[in-house]
């Protein structure tokens, strides 16, 4: 055999002896694999059928409670529909024995009736067997009886109201000072009270009372904020959808106001946040009053004005005197100062200065008793004005004596700005005069002895002697001083005239 078949028979020994080597080689690692891959499943299948079992078990306790639920739910139902039987036959029962009572009720009342007819029908033959005895004894009918004793009765009540009579005038007198005293004293209360609530108090409105709560806070702490960081008393009470704002400062009064509106807009509102808002409002309201002070100024062409004062005129904005705002009164004031003094021929830029700053003292921070004009004089002369300009602001209500001829000008257009339809409210002394007027228009009258005018003026009633004014007199009376009113006097509405004519017998028995 040559050596080259003996190598490709060795070649071909050796490949097959490694093809079968390699077959067994993989054949011993498939059955390694199907090994595991058999251990897995089975322990994949102990896991699912172990979730499965508890899967069920799970299922079947949350059923016994359903179950327990559902249970106690129909016992529940159960003892309810026996409750309500036993209520609804309790109630049946109560009807039943209702109409029992009733019924028994009706005959005895019935019996009751029966008994009162038959006495009344016995009362009433007694009655007439009474009266024919009487009229026999008395040798009068029952109408002439009836009839003397109304008149002796009528007698007797004539007396004692004659002896009366005296005694209630008497005791009225006695009654009347101190009753006059409480009224006007309650009328004075009732009036101070409408004014100061008119000047010294701002109503904040709001969408819903639920942010009542929020700005009181915790034990009041938020209102307690509120309070120490502006000076402004916040009443909260039962008013539907506002809250009330007390402060006689009318600046305090709008810083409080326009930081309660940033704090219920902004919905954050602890004492921080609320110290935080006032300041920055107060630093506002001050560039405000400030720069409304310069505008006004520069508006009415004033020059060299200091800035105290220039911030003061920005102060009138948030004053008012009479319901009139104070910096529009002392706009008009000084407009029409200026005119006045142009067409005197003195010097219009002083007079309107003087009419600008004529109620400054009203604005000032300090306190002090000194009256408006006066404080305002000392003021502007701290800020270095002019001795005409302070005669005019220290006499305008005649405190001091005149030594300006800007002083009257001054004085003059006060008075015209004042005065002119619609400015300010109507004052108390008006409303006393008018009163007063009425009054003594209808005492010009003959025959009239005293007049009233009430109902705020509204109603006027006058008392006439009756020897000396007549029935057919008092009506024309009345006519004749309805006209006087309406062609003499200015009044609100319509004024009620009524005459009152009252003849009076006075006889003292001694």
Excluded: W
Aim: charged fraction near 35%; glycine fraction near 6%.
């Amino acid at each position: 055999m040559s050596p080259i078949l003996a190598a490709a028979a060795g070649l071909l020994l050796g490949g097959g002896a490694g093809y079968f080597l390699f077959l067994r080689v993989l054949t011993g690692k498939a059955d390694s694999i199907v090994r595991e891959a058999e251990l897995r499943g089975e322990s994949i299948k102990e896991k699912k059928i172990l979730q499965a079992k508890e899967k069920f078990i799970e299922l079947k306790e949350k059923q016994a409670n359903q179950r327990k639920d559902l249970d106690r739910k129909l016992n529940e139902r159960e003892e309810r529909i026996k409750k309500t039987e036993s209520n609804l036959q309790r109630t049946i029962d109560q009807n039943k024995n209702a109409e029992r009572q009733l019924k028994q009720d009706q005959e005895k009342l019935e019996q009751r009736l029966n008994a009162i007819d038959k006495k009344t029908k016995d009362l009433e033959t007694d009655h007439s067997k009474a009266i024919e005895a009487l009229e026999k004894l008395s040798g009068m009918t029952a109408d002439e009886a009836k009839s003397a004793m109304v008149e002796q009765i009528k007698t007797e009540a004539r007396a004692m109201a004659a002896s009366q009579a005296q005694d209630i005038i008497d005791d009225a007198k006695e009654r009347a000072n101190s009753e006059a005293k409480k009224i006007v004293i309650q009328t004075i209360q009732r009036v101070a009270t409408e004014h100061s609530v008119e000047n010294s108090v701002s109503v904040f409105q709001i969408k819903n009372d639920d942010v009542k709560g929020r700005i009181i806070g915790r034990e009041g702490r938020n209102i307690r904020a509120l309070e120490a960081a502006t000076g402004v008393e916040f009443i909260v009470d039962d008013t539907p959808e506002a809250i009330i704002l007390s402060c006689f400062d009318p600046v305090r009064r709008e810083i409080a106001r326009l930081s309660l509106h940033q704090l219920v807009t902004d919905g954050r509102i602890h004492p921080a946040r609320i110290e935080e808002v006032v300041e920055k409002v107060t630093k506002k309201i001050e560039e405000e009053i400030a720069e409304t002070g310069k505008r006004t100024v520069i508006d009415l062409g004033i020059h060299n004005l200091k800035g105290e004062l220039v911030r003061m005129v920005g102060r009138m904005k948030y004053r008012s005197s009479y319901g009139q705002n104070l910096l529009q009164h002392s706009r008009e004031v000084a407009n029409l100062c200026a005119t006045m003094a142009a067409e005197l021929g003195l010097d219009a830029k002083a007079a309107k200065r003087a009419g600008l700053l004529h109620d400054i003292g009203k604005v000032s921070d300090e306190e002090s008793e000194l009256p408006h004009a006066i404080l305002g004089m000392k003021i502007a002369e701290k800020a270095g004005e002019r001795e005409d300009v302070l005669n005019a602001i220290g006499a305008h209500h005649d405190e001091i004596e005149m030594t300006s001829l800007l002083s009257p000008i001054i004085q003059v257009c006060d008075a015209i700005s004042g005065a002119r339809p619609g400015a300010r409210r109507e004052m108390v002394e008006a409303y006393i005069q008018r009163l007063r007027d009425l009054e003594n228009l209808a005492l010009e009258y003959p025959g009239v002895t005293k007049s009233y005018a009430i109902q705020a003026g509204r109603e006027l009633r006058v008392m006439v002697e009756s020897d000396q004014v007549s029935d057919d007199q008092a009506d024309q009376l009345s006519f004749d001083i309805s006209q006087r009113i309406m062609n003499e006097m200015t009044y609100p509405g319509q004024v009620k005239i009524t005459v009152i004519r009252e003849r009076r017998a006075v006889s003292i028995a001694r």
